[in-house]
């Protein structure tokens, strides 16, 4: 596996259906007052994010999630962290319900906003930079979702639209490269799993590594 630069790998790696990985989220959330768990999924572009944060969501009734993408739609890469504080982390911290519209959709006349009920029994922020170093006191846990950074590029590229995205990716990749390496997220992570796993493993299940740092 080729890892993004300053990234260390992960291992020893097990496969564990998803609701071990919900169990050791929720258990690392140690059961808030007043307000529910939040975790953060976070890894590069193209890893494999999305699709975990979708399976926890799965696994987990009552459960919500946050896109950072949402947050950074028309308003910069990685400079959302005030929104999602303010408009998001901020009223689930208080026990209120989230209905945020962040600036650039008023803007851009985009419909809808990012929504989360008071009452969800979990609520995963998931995306690059979900795990930044300023709005871990904000968070209850993390996920460094660890991916080969080749077949993280194929995806992606493949996701946004084939080759005419390509130009967009490696704007993209120029920002997210030392962005990542200055915040390493990785050692913030209660548990790494898989993004681009080579372990066998069936739809219901997740490869997982322990923690880079020593559990506090």
């Known amino acids: 596996m080729v890892l993004g630069p300053g990234e260390p790998a992960a291992g020893p790696w097990r496969v564990e259906p998803v609701e071990e990985l919900a169990r050791l989220l929720l258990a690392a959330?140690?059961?808030?007052?007043?307000?529910?768990?939040?975790?953060?999924?976070?890894?590069?572009?193209?890893?494999g994010k999305t699709t975990l944060a979708r399976l926890l969501h799965e696994a987990v009734p009552g459960s919500a999630v946050v896109h950072t993408d949402d947050l950074a739609w028309h308003h910069g890469f990685f400079s959302w962290t005030r929104l999602i504080i303010d408009g998001v982390l901020r009223p689930l911290h208080e026990g209120r319900a989230v209905r945020y519209r962040?600036?650039?959709?008023?803007?851009?006349?985009?419909?809808?906003?990012?929504?989360?009920?008071a009452g969800a029994s979990l609520v995963i922020v998931e995306g690059v930079g979900a795990a930044r170093r300023e709005l871990m006191p904000w968070l209850d846990?993390?996920?460094?979702?660890?991916?080969?950074?080749?077949?993280?590029?194929?995806?992606?590229?493949?996701?946004?639209?084939?080759?005419?995205?390509?130009?967009f990716w490696y704007e993209w990749a120029a920002e997210e490269v030392p962005f990542l390496l200055d915040q390493r997220p990785w050692e913030r992570a209660d548990v790494v799993v898989a993004g681009t796993p080579t372990l066998p493993h069936?739809?219901?299940?997740v490869v997982l590594a322990p923690p880079f740092r020593p559990a506090n």
């Open 29 to 47: 959330c140690d059961t808030p007052v007043g307000r529910p768990p939040l975790v953060a999924v976070d890894g590069r572009a193209g890893g």
């Open 102 to 117: 962040p600036p650039p959709w008023d803007a851009r006349g985009r419909q809808g906003a990012i929504e989360v009920p």
């Open 141 to 167: 846990a993390a996920v460094w979702v660890q991916s080969d950074h080749a077949e993280s590029d194929r995806r992606g590229i493949e996701r946004d639209g084939g080759e005419q995205a390509r130009d």
């Open 202 to 205: 069936g739809p219901g299940e």
